[in-house]
């Protein structure tokens, strides 16, 4: 089992841009830079077995949780535990697949079993992965 966490907002997926002549990737410097976070806890060589994906995305609340005046770092009772707002979250766990592919696993499709989660953090937000052998 591997188990690690990136600091700093989850992000998503963004759309290839593809034209006459050139393809974009617009997420490219945001995945090296995950990447780069997280390259110290890759296996010797890429996994090549089926794998279990856990992964937890914590976003920071917004100001509206919280009361006002002197109740303003008490959360609000009807303050949501689970994020739906955008970015979605398969976009999210494709930034994280595409991001590890190649240096943890040898391809996407040695993942056969995803569980992943959006919520609210009233810490620091981040991104958790747990990669599992099956």
Same mark, same amino acid.
């Given at each position: 089992?591997?188990?690690?966490?990136?600091?700093g907002?989850?992000?998503?997926?963004?759309r290839?841009?593809?034209?006459?002549?050139?393809?974009?990737?617009p997420? /490219? *410097?945001d995945?090296?830079?995950f990447?780069?976070?997280?390259?110290?806890?890759?296996p010797p060589?890429?996994? @090549?077995?089926? $794998?279990?994906?856990?992964?937890t995305f914590?976003?920071?609340?917004?100001?509206?949780?919280y009361?006002?005046g /002197? *109740?303003?770092?008490?959360?609000?009772?009807?303050?949501?535990?689970y994020?739906?707002?955008r970015?979605?979250? @398969?976009?999210? $766990?494709?930034?994280?697949c595409?991001?590890?592919n190649?240096?943890?696993w040898k391809?996407d499709?040695?993942?056969c079993?995803?569980?992943?989660?959006?919520?609210y953090?009233?810490?620091?937000p981040?991104?958790e992965v747990e990669?599992?052998?099956?």
């Amino acid at each position: 089992m591997i188990s690690f966490e990136v600091l700093g907002e989850p992000k998503a997926l963004k759309r290839h841009r593809m034209g006459k002549g050139f393809n974009y990737d617009p997420s /490219k *410097n945001d995945k090296s830079d995950f990447l780069w976070q997280v390259k110290k806890n890759a296996p010797p060589a890429p996994l @090549d077995r089926p $794998i279990h994906l856990k992964i937890t995305f914590s976003f920071p609340r917004p100001k509206s949780h919280y009361g006002t005046g /002197k *109740n303003s770092t008490v959360l609000k009772a009807t303050a949501p535990i689970y994020h739906t707002a955008r970015p979605d979250i @398969d976009n999210l $766990i494709k930034f994280v697949c595409d991001a590890l592919n190649t240096v943890y696993w040898k391809d996407d499709s040695c993942i056969c079993l995803t569980e992943a989660l959006k919520v609210y953090t009233d810490g620091t937000p981040k991104t958790e992965v747990e990669i599992i052998t099956l």
